[in-house]
């Protein structure tokens, strides 16, 4: 089994800052890339944030300059710092990782974490 388990999520007021973490358990071999997505209520789960294996990132426009993705490969952990929070950023935000699993398993899959609310409100 392979698990990602969100946490940092809350409310926060606009202009302010949370870190998101996800960290991946279970029958890990390696993790290639990891991101985060989030859902705001009646919207399509939009890619926030990527980051690869090797540190290369990536973020949708409407974050850049103010999110940063980050992982700890040691800990199989990926962050999301956002800071300068605006009330469109209110949403569910999802960890998602492509992860090879180790023996006896074979083969490289998609995961996702439960979710995490981050309200942006004053």
């Known amino acids: 089994q392979v698990q990602l388990v969100e946490s940092g999520g809350g409310l926060v007021q606009p202009g302010g800052s949370l870190r998101l973490s996800c960290v991946a358990s279970?029958?890990?071999?390696?993790?290639?890339?990891m991101g985060w997505y989030r859902q705001a209520p009646g919207k399509q789960r939009e890619l926030v944030a990527v980051i690869t294996s090797g540190g290369s990132t990536n973020y949708v426009d409407s974050v850049k300059g103010r999110f940063t993705i980050s992982r700890d490969n040691a800990k199989n952990t990926v962050y999301l710092q956002m800071n300068s929070l605006k009330p469109e950023d209110t949403a569910v935000y999802y960890c998602?990782?492509?992860?090879?699993?180790?023996?006896?398993?074979?083969?490289?899959?998609?995961?996702w974490g439960q979710g995490t609310q981050v309200t942006v409100s004053s």
């Open positions: 279970g029958s890990i071999f390696s993790i290639n890339a």
């Open positions: 998602n990782a492509d992860i090879r699993r180790s023996f006896p398993y074979t083969g490289t899959y998609n995961y």
